[in-house]
T-cell receptor, first 115, second 112 residues
């Protein structure tokens, strides 16, 4: 257990529904990343926060995806009008930059299945 | 866009053997390199990081970095069936602190 938690662990939804995932990072970590992973591929970056500021979003991220990190603590990732292609494992990672170096620790992930 | 390449495997080794996993990267300016282990259906777990040329050892794991040749490898000594997993190589997109670019992973199978 890395100390990063995600909820829910599994989500099954029907196409067109909205879903929201939550990530609680390690408490002293100021950076929080969201990645998506499909079968046979490595995790793919979606977006990240430093404290409460969203610093970067992937160009691959459609406008159906939105993320927040109010007060620089937990983060939520919402997918609106889900599509079958959104089925994947959604991973959250937290990190702290120290001495110009950074190590990311992953939570258990949320597995999404869109029917 | 940086690229990180790994052989997808599977790499099959007998129990007790040395497993050698390789990763190449495209950006000569990369400074940090990470190996994550991922069991089927689980999330990636950090096992090694390396920043300097040469070897870094941690228990049965050794990471090797050669910046001139732009490759990083992971050796697992005395391989155990519990080492059977996918091993992901990752490099920050910029400098040492940034989103990670992952390879597709190498699946390792250790048979008794």
């Amino acid at each position: 257990d890395t100390g990063v938690s995600q909820d829910p662990r599994h989500k099954i939804t029907k196409r067109g529904q909205n879903v929201t995932f939550r990530c609680d990072p390690i408490s002293e970590h100021n950076r929080l990343y969201w990645y998506r992973q499909t079968l046979g591929q490595g995790p793919e970056f979606l977006t990240y926060f430093q404290n409460e500021a969203q610093l970067e979003k992937s160009r691959l991220l459609s406008d159906r995806f939105s993320a927040e990190r109010p007060k620089g603590s937990f983060s939520t990732l919402e997918i609106q009008r889900t599509e079958q292609g959104d089925s994947a494992m959604y991973l959250c990672a937290s990190s702290h930059v120290w001495g110009g170096q950074e190590t990311q620790y992953f939570g258990p992930g949320t597995r999404l299945l869109v029917l | 866009q940086k690229e990180v390449e790994q052989n997808s495997g599977p790499l099959s080794v007998p129990e007790g053997a040395i497993a050698s996993l390789n990763c190449t990267y495209s950006d000569r300016g990369s400074q940090s390199f990470f190996w994550y282990r991922q069991y089927s259906g689980k999330s990636p777990e950090l096992i090694m990081s390396i920043y300097s040329n040469g070897d870094k050892e941690d228990g049965r794991f050794t990471a090797q970095l050669n910046k001139a040749s732009q490759y990083v490898s992971l050796l697992i000594r005395d391989s155990q069936p519990s080492d059977s997993a996918t091993y992901l190589c990752a490099v920050p997109a910029r400098y040492n602190t940034d989103k990670l670019i992952f390879g597709t992973g190498t699946r390792l199978q250790v048979f008794p």
